[in-house]
Every structure is written in C-alpha cells, then in structure tokens.
C-alpha cells in the first residue's frame, strides 16, 4: 500500500526559508520510473503545481511564481524528495501535498500546512 508522508510545514517570517520533505513507502521510488512533485493549495483556491521532476530523463518544471526560490530534489537511497523553499512570501501561504506518479497511477500525501506571516 503506497504511503506518502510530507513533513516540514510550519510557520514562518516573509524572507525565510523551509524546507519540506515526502517520505515514500509501498510502492517503486526510482528515478526511472516515480515522477514526482509538490502541489499546493491555498484557502479558496484550485491546487496548483509547485514544481515536479519528471521519470527516466530526469527533467525537472517549475511554477512561474517559485522560480529562482524553490528546488526539488529526491534521495533515491532514502525514498525522499524534498522542497527547499527559500524567499518565502505571504502568498506562499497554502497546503502543500507531495504526488508521486508511477506507471500512470497517482498517489498523494496528507499534505502540510506552511503559513507565511509576520
């Protein structure tokens, strides 16, 4: 049974940094095969894609409005990717989910909560 367990939310001053992780279980995590990604999504807002790196090749996508202030990553010995969140606005404030997508099939985590506030 895939378990995806996102950690590392919190609140945190305009300017500040996170970072978040995505502990994967019960199902593939190679980099050839599970893309994965981080969503968010605010109060009263659709969930939207924060950035994800894609299987096989690698390939890594940004929103517009994290470029430059977030990176993915993934540690494939520790079944782990993370999100390291560096300039942290108000509006970054959202429920953000981890997905990992393996031969078609989505999974997704119980998302943590980051609240940007002074």
């Known amino acids: 049974q895939a378990l995806l367990v996102e950690s590392g939310g919190g609140l945190v001053q305009p300017g500040g940094s996170l970072r978040l992780s995505c502990a994967v279980s019960g199902i593939i995590f190679s980099s050839t095969a599970t893309a994965m990604g981080w969503y968010r999504q605010a109060p009263g807002k659709q969930r939207e894609l924060v950035a994800d790196?894609?299987?096989?090749?690698?390939?890594?996508n940004y929103a517009a409005f994290v470029k430059g202030r977030f990176t993915i990553s993934r540690d494939n010995a520790k079944n782990t990717v993370y999100l390291q969140m560096n300039s942290l606005k108000p509006e970054d404030t959202a429920v953000y989910y981890c997905k990992a997508t393996l031969f078609g099939r989505e999974y997704w985590g119980q998302g943590t909560q980051v609240t940007v506030s002074s």
């Open positions: 790196m894609r299987s096989g090749g690698g390939i890594v």
